[in-house]
């Protein structure tokens, strides 16, 4: 038997020994990662001015609510969010008229 052949038989029964052989109660296992996000926002007014200090309520996927204010550039963001759609209302501002902007 040649050298790579005897090494990628080697290897095969490595590979074989380190999986386990008990049987599994579900054909789909999570691999134990879990997908976050992120999302940021900056909010600001018809002039394109920054709006700081403006409080907001962000409705997240999973369904719950997190609630803060703008910082001086009018930006908020937070990390570690399940993937999907966001609902963004802005507490302080009696007209809302929001354009996405990428």
């Keep these: ?19 386990g052989t008990q049987p599994v109660g579900n054909s789909v296992q999570s ?10 926002f900056r909010v600001v007014d018809d002039n394109g001015t920054p709006v700081a200090n403006c409080r907001i309520r962000v ?3 999973d369904g719950r609510s997190i609630q803060g204010v ?10 570690e969010i399940d993937p999907g759609m966001c609902r ?4 302080d501002l ?6 996405r902007i990428d």
């Excluded at 038997?1 to 999986?19: C, E, I, Q």
């Excluded at 703008?70 to 990390?79: A, H, V």
């Excluded at 963004?88 to 507490?91: A, E, G, N, S």
């Design 1 to 19: 038997m040649s050298d790579t052949a005897s090494a990628l038989r080697a290897s095969g029964a490595a590979a074989d020994n380190a999986f």
């Design 31 to 40: 691999c134990g990662l879990a997908r976050k996000t992120w999302v940021d």
């Design 59 to 61: 409705d997240l996927p």
């Design 70 to 79: 703008t910082d001086e550039d009018g930006c908020f963001g937070f990390d």
């Design 88 to 91: 963004i209302t802005l507490l």
């Design 94 to 99: 009696p007209e809302q008229r929001c354009e």
